[in-house]
């Protein structure tokens, strides 16, 4: 069955560090993978998206690469702040047919000051 | 731009009765919208895809006649439990999707529900 496994561990960092989060994945091939916060009692918000033939995606202090032969996909936030402690889910898509999105259960990011 | 808004944010009813929770697009018009599940500390679970006008097509496992999704026009869906129980109780969130090119869903804020 398709699986999607994020670091299942709260990760605390730092303040000024940077901060990796791992989404691996079995048995899918997406056609794409995205990368979204959610905040306590919230729905997510939408971050960054990558595409099965991009390695690597960059916006402002956020890069997201993608190794679609170890099924991997690294989510990076640099120069880390307190205000960047949510949970970051991983979304896979493939867009063969209907839309359908499978998620990650996420990791916690917790950054210290 | 690309704000979803859901209605109610809360909602507290009795065993056996029926809620309706509504997923609008603003500013910008819906081709596809989603409804999922999240449990506490658990990922989103896709219950089903709507799109304006035609029937919603469900997960496995997710009952038709339990959560009645009604897609009338290209800026509103809507999900109704029907005959709600303890254990539908649940964090309900709607996503929407205007560009199908862009492939970015928009969230709404979620809809607690809480089932007496």
């Known amino acids: 069955s398709q699986k999607i496994e994020q670091n299942s561990e709260a990760l605390n960092i730092q303040e000024g560090k940077t901060a990796t989060l791992t989404c691996n994945y079995t048995n899918y091939s997406p056609a794409y993978l995205q990368w979204y916060r959610q905040d306590p009692g919230r729905g997510p918000v939408f971050l960054l998206l990558?595409?099965?033939?991009?390695k690597e995606k960059r916006k402002e202090r956020l890069k997201v690469t993608f190794d679609t032969t170890l099924k991997q996909s690294l989510f990076h936030i640099t120069a880390s702040q307190p205000a960047d402690s949510a949970t970051y889910l991983c979304?896979?898509?493939?867009?063969?047919?209907?839309?359908?999105?499978?998620f990650g259960t996420g990791t916690r990011l917790k950054v210290l000051a | 731009g690309a704000v979803v808004s859901q209605h109610p944010s809360w909602v507290i009813c009795k065993s056996g009765t029926s809620v309706k929770i509504e997923c609008r697009s603003l500013d910008f018009q819906a081709t596809t919208m989603f409804w999922y599940r999240q449990f506490p500390k658990q990922s989103l679970m896709l219950m089903a895809t709507?799109?304006?006008?035609?029937?919603?097509?469900?997960e496995q496992g997710v009952e038709k006649d339990k959560f009645l999704i009604n897609h009338a026009s290209l800026t509103l869906s809507t999900l109704t439990v029907t005959s709600a129980h303890p254990e539908d109780s649940s964090f309900y969130i709607c996503?929407?999707?205007?560009?199908?090119?862009?492939?970015?869903?928009?969230f709404g804020a979620g809809t607690r529900l809480s089932v007496l």
């Open positions: 990558i595409r099965e033939n991009e």
């Open positions: 979304a896979l898509a493939r867009t063969s047919g209907t839309y359908k999105y499978i």
């Open positions: 709507s799109n304006e006008g035609s029937k919603a097509t469900y």
């Open positions: 996503s929407a999707i205007g560009d199908l090119a862009k492939n970015i869903q928009y």
